[in-house]
């Protein structure tokens, strides 16, 4: 059975400081007479759910609509790191880490149900030198339970050492009550051309399901 690990879009959601807020705006209304519903969308790519690109932080990088469906397709590992306040290359050297992995880090970020919170400072990612130790391991993709892969203070290098690697990097995902272990992963970003992220649906499943 297939399960979603992606947030909704709604108003009020928390978001990156700084970050265009999410407005809903109902355009057309059939409660007014109109023809049909229609609605517009005003927000931030990188909320909720969401894809980097290399675009992001790499002058002339690679947008959104060029990374493949292998990469963003296949078995992705899900590893709980419990109990720690950063992920650093100490927690990752003994995990047996290989090229072509996709990998999902479950940390204490999944304790709360963080989508609505405000925004938290003291959120749970990783480090410069376990971004580094992921590229010498040449994984395909890597995740995480909050909204960014990199604490604040780190941002720029993590987010750098990871895309200028061609590892794409998904964030925002809902892993409260996924366990760990290997999964059928399929994660589709919208094709938005020239953009540096996009809002994401990503789905799991336990392997061994028809």
């Known amino acids: 059975m297939w399960k979603d690990i992606s947030t909704g879009i709604r108003e009020g959601m928390v978001q990156w400081p700084g ?12 409660e007014q007479g109109e023809g049909a ?21 790499i ?4 947008d959104i609509t060029k990374y493949s469906l292998e990469k963003l397709t296949g078995t992705a590992r899900v590893i709980f790191l419990p109990g720690i306040a950063e992920i650093s290359i100490a927690h990752l050297i003994e995990l047996e880490i290989g090229e072509g992995d996709k990998i999902i880090f479950k940390t204490d970020n999944s304790k709360v149900n963080w989508v609505m919170e405000p925004f938290n400072e003291r959120f749970v990612a990783l480090t410069s030198d376990a971004a580094q130790y992921l590229a010498d391991c040449k994984i395909d993709l890597v995740g995480i339970d909050y909204l960014s892969i990199a604490m604040p203070n ?3 290098a993590v987010h750098r050492k990871l895309l200028e690697n061609n590892i794409c990097i998904v964030e925002g995902l809902l ?16 094709n938005i051309e020239k953009c540096d992220g996009s809002f994401a649906r ?4 336990e392997q061994g399901w028809g």
């Not at 892993?175 to 919208?190: A, K, R, T, W």
């Open 175 to 190: 892993l409260n009550d996924v366990e760990e272990g290997l999964y059928d992963f399929i994660c589709l970003p919208i």
């Open 202 to 205: 990503v789905i799991i499943r």
């Open 19 to 30: 970050d265009r807020r999410v407005r809903i705006t109902k355009e057309l209304s059939l």
């Open 59 to 62: 002058t002339n990088g690679n």
């Open 154 to 156: 780190d941002n720029t």
């Open 37 to 57: 519903n229609v609605s517009s969308i005003e927000t931030c790519v990188h909320i909720g759910t969401h894809v980097d690109a290399p675009l992001h932080f």
